[in-house]
């Protein structure tokens, strides 16, 4: 079976990664963590103490910053390195969710990244989630998803993800932070959120984990088949 590249947009806390994650496993493909890239990129330059609106900051933070995927070796589940560093736990704090939209409007900083991405993109077989992926680092995927929920649905998921990490916030403190990130994300000057217009919206609102999960695998196996059958019948 031939792969494609799957590109999965949306809003925070609509479960992008838990589901890019699962869609990647069902398919065999390797997911690439935009979103945990740009995370790790704000814990490198905060460990740092380096001001996104500071040009020389932003220079001095890019010169060694280098952010790779490694598979635990206990549970199988892929980690974020952070210059040969796991970070995985550090990414996901409140500290740096408070940040990231800051970093991540940075045209410089954006601009490393995506090119790191590209990088990891290039043999196919890729899901990949984030804000500006269908838009800007892939444009060519053959499958491009935009996913939504309304505001109570995403901020109540977040909270219950922290606190499986053991990590207890107020609800309205978590709708705050998603409802500012929702307003920076959507316009900001580089690349800003926005659904493509051959992307598929998918409201998750009202869907259980698997049933999306499902969804999107299903418009990948009728992308792969339809990229075969063209490859077939223009050799």
């Not at 900051?57 to 060694?64: A, E, N």
């Not at 500012?180 to 800003?192: F, V």
Request: proline residues 3%.
């Amino acid at each position: 079976m031939g792969k494609i590249v799957i590109a999965i947009d949306g809003y925070s806390g609509c479960g992008k990664s838990s589901t890019a994650k699962a869609v990647a496993r069902d398919l065999g493909y390797t997911y690439i963590d935009s979103g945990a890239m740009y995370r790790a990129a704000t814990l490198h330059f905060l460990n740092r103490h380096l001001s996104p609106t500071n040009p020389k900051d932003v220079k001095s933070g890019l010169q060694d910053l280098e952010i790779t995927f490694q598979p635990n070796p206990d549970s199988g589940q892929q980690e974020t390195y952070l210059n040969g560093l796991n970070v995985e736990k550090e990414i996901r704090s409140m500290r740096v969710s408070e940040r990231v939209s800051d970093f991540a409007k940075v045209k410089e900083i954006r601009e490393e990244l995506v090119a790191q991405q590209q990088r990891l993109g290039r043999k196919k077989g890729v899901v990949m989630d984030g804000r500006d992926i269908g838009s800007v680092v892939f444009p060519d995927a053959e499958l491009k998803v935009f996913m939504t929920a309304d505001l109570d649905t995403r901020a109540f998921r977040r909270q219950q993800e922290l606190i499986e990490r053991g990590e207890l916030v107020d609800l309205e403190d978590i709708k705050a932070n998603l409802g500012q990130r929702d307003e920076i994300d959507s316009n900001r000057k580089e690349s800003p959120l926005m659904k493509v217009a051959d992307a598929v919206e998918i409201d998750t609102s009202n869907l259980t984990f698997a049933e999306q999960v499902a969804q999107i695998v299903h418009l990948a196996e009728q992308r792969i088949k339809q990229t075969e059958d063209y490859a077939s019948n223009h050799r």
